[in-house]
């Protein structure tokens, strides 16, 4: 008897709606046949196949593949026609088309959760460069402290320069000789074509990876974008790592955006074209809102806090009453140091005494430490006490390398970090002694975010942990990670 496949609107019937409405069992089983209808429509297409013939091919008992046929062949659109009793089982199937588009129960569901929102932590695991300043060939695996250390000329400002302009450009267009700072350093590695190629691994405090690949090229002047692709990795059981499913892909400013969609009778890929300016990033687009990985991916990128060093002149903002504001992030020339304190000292106690310990360590004559208001309505300073000094001193009378360290230590010890914090040098201006009090903060500061360090200083090394240096070095102009750095370092490629 010839029974008419129901065949619901896109409205009355969804994937999403065929994962919840099953049990687990059935959804297996359904992944379990589906390799066999796909082989069966191969075979040869328009003929009615028994649930005995599909038995066969998919291993599976005929009553199985019966009552599976019965569950899902409709809701999913296989079937051009069923057969059977009315109100029985399903004796054969004529298949449709579709069963070579659909995928397994367990695959669509993977994707979905790749492509919903990030779960925190995230973490950059590793980064390649290609063609950046001095840096050719350069791979980096990162934990939550990576030190970079080297000779001067080795790589290791332009490391952390790469990387803010990569969180530039999620949020604005290229800047003239990609350069956000307007230093007028080289965009591109001297004597080579012009181009850059920058790969990223991040992982989600699930444990899922998700890889981001980005090319520009020339004229340094005026750079473009000519590649970028965002896609989730898996990693097979021997260890080898490969792409799963790509949810960005551009190429000179045309590409697709690919979303899996939960509103169909039968789960689909969606690619929609898009065009975008030579300057524009797609991951700074317009996203499908379904894609809330690239989303969380963009703003974990554009969060990145890049501090080449504190302004603390003479007639420097940080000494200098600021606006209060509620949980503030320390600026990058520390402008806000004295909002960053009072936050500290009005809402988190503990960690006020914290940073109290912490300068006394670093300075046996330091008393106490305030923030109070001054100035206009709604501005503070901060103010310091020390033993054998009358009276307060505020920031503005502080020496500086005491306003460095002051700054150092707000950062590492604020409950609002950035998700990836770059240091170039923290150890200028300060005292040697010093040093293992900065130690202690980094390592403390590695357990809330992401800490990438770059310095010279030996003594500094001498308190970090051996296994996140990693040294660099120049070879015949490039800047390379040199063999046998320590884990969590970076490593020259070879060819």
């Known amino acids: 008897m010839y029974l008419p496949p129901l065949v619901g609107s896109p409205s009355e019937a969804s994937a999403g709606e065929a994962v919840a409405g099953h049990p687990e069992e059935e959804l297996a089983r359904f992944d379990r046949l589906l390799p066999a209808l796909k082989e069966a429509y191969r075979r040869q297409r328009g003929k009615a196949w028994t649930a005995g013939e599909l038995g066969e091919l998919s291993g599976l008992p005929e009553a199985e593949v019966a009552r599976t046929l019965e569950r899902f062949a409709?809701?999913?659109e296989l079937a051009e026609a069923l057969f059977g009793e009315e109100g029985g089982l399903v004796d054969a199937i004529q298949l449709s088309p579709a069963v070579l588009e659909t995928e397994p129960f367990e695959t669509v569901r993977a994707r979905l959760a790749?492509?919903?929102?990030?779960?925190?932590?995230?973490?950059l695991t590793h980064l390649r460069v290609d063609g950046y300043r001095v840096l050719e060939g350069l791979e980096a695996r990162l934990g939550a402290l990576s030190v970079l250390t080297g000779e001067p000329g080795s790589g290791k400002s332009s490391l952390l320069d790469c990387l803010a302009l990569l969180s530039f450009a999620v949020e604005h267009p290229l800047p003239p000789g990609g350069d956000p700072r307007g230093t007028g350093q080289r965009l591109f590695h001297a004597?080579?074509?012009?181009?850059?190629?920058?790969?990223l691994r991040v992982t989600s405090g699930s444990g899922r990876a998700f890889r981001y690949t980005l090319g520009l090229g020339g004229p340094p002047s005026a750079p473009r974008v000519t590649a970028e692709r965002?896609?989730?990795?898996?990693?097979?059981?021997?260890?080898?790592?490969s792409e799963s499913f790509s949810f960005l892909s551009f190429e000179n400013g045309r590409g697709t955006v690919r979303t899996v969609s939960q509103a169909t009778p039968r789960p689909r890929v969606?690619?929609?074209?898009?065009?975008?300016?030579?300057?524009?990033?797609?991951?700074?687009?317009?996203?499908?809102?379904?894609?809330?990985?690239?989303?969380?991916?963009?703003?974990?990128?554009?969060?990145?806090?890049?501090?080449?060093?504190?302004d603390v002149s003479r007639?420097?903002?940080?000494?200098?009453?600021?606006?209060?504001?509620?949980?503030?992030?320390?600026?990058?020339?520390?402008?806000?140091?004295?909002?960053?304190?009072?936050?500290?000292?009005?809402?988190?106690?503990?960690?006020?005494?914290?940073?109290?310990?912490?300068?006394?360590?670093?300075?046996?004559?330091f008393h106490?430490?305030?923030?109070?208001?001054?100035?206009?309505?709604?501005t503070v300073l901060g103010v310091w006490r020390e033993a054998g000094t009358e009276g307060e001193l505020t920031l503005a009378d502080l020496s500086d390398g005491t306003l460095r360290l002051l700054c150092l230590a707000a950062l590492c010890l604020s409950p609002r970090k950035a998700p990836l914090v770059g240091l170039d040098g923290p150890e200028l201006g300060l005292h040697p002694r010093v040093l293992p009090v900065l130690a202690?903060?980094?390592?403390?500061?590695?357990?809330?975010?992401?800490?990438?360090?770059?310095?010279?200083?030996?003594?500094?090394?001498?308190?970090?942990?051996?296994?996140?240096?990693?040294?660099?070095?120049?070879?015949?102009?490039?800047?390379v990670w040199e063999p046998g750095a320590g884990p969590g370092g970076v490593d020259e490629t070879r060819s």
């Open 74 to 76: 409709s809701e999913l």
């Open 114 to 123: 790749a492509q919903g929102p990030l779960e925190a932590p995230l973490h």
């Open 191 to 199: 004597g080579a074509p012009e181009r850059l190629h920058l790969s």
């Open 230 to 241: 965002f896609a989730w990795v898996e990693t097979d059981a021997e260890g080898r790592e």
């Open 270 to 310: 969606l690619a929609a074209s898009h065009t975008l300016p030579a300057d524009r990033l797609a991951l700074r687009g317009e996203l499908d809102p379904a894609l809330r990985s690239a989303a969380g991916f963009r703003a974990f990128v554009s969060g990145w806090r890049f501090y080449p060093g504190f």
């Open 315 to 365: 007639g420097a903002a940080l000494r200098r009453p600021v606006l209060s504001e509620p949980e503030p992030l320390l600026a990058v020339d520390g402008a806000n140091l004295s909002a960053v304190l009072f936050h500290l000292m009005v809402e988190w106690p503990e960690r006020w005494r914290e940073l109290e310990a912490t300068l006394r360590a670093a300075q046996p004559s």
């Open 368 to 378: 106490s430490l305030s923030v109070k208001p001054r100035g206009g309505p709604g």
């Open 440 to 479: 202690r903060l980094l390592r403390r500061a590695s357990t809330e975010t992401q800490l990438l360090v770059a310095t010279q200083s030996p003594a500094l090394l001498a308190e970090l942990p051996p296994e996140a240096v990693g040294r660099m070095k120049r070879v015949d102009g490039r800047g």
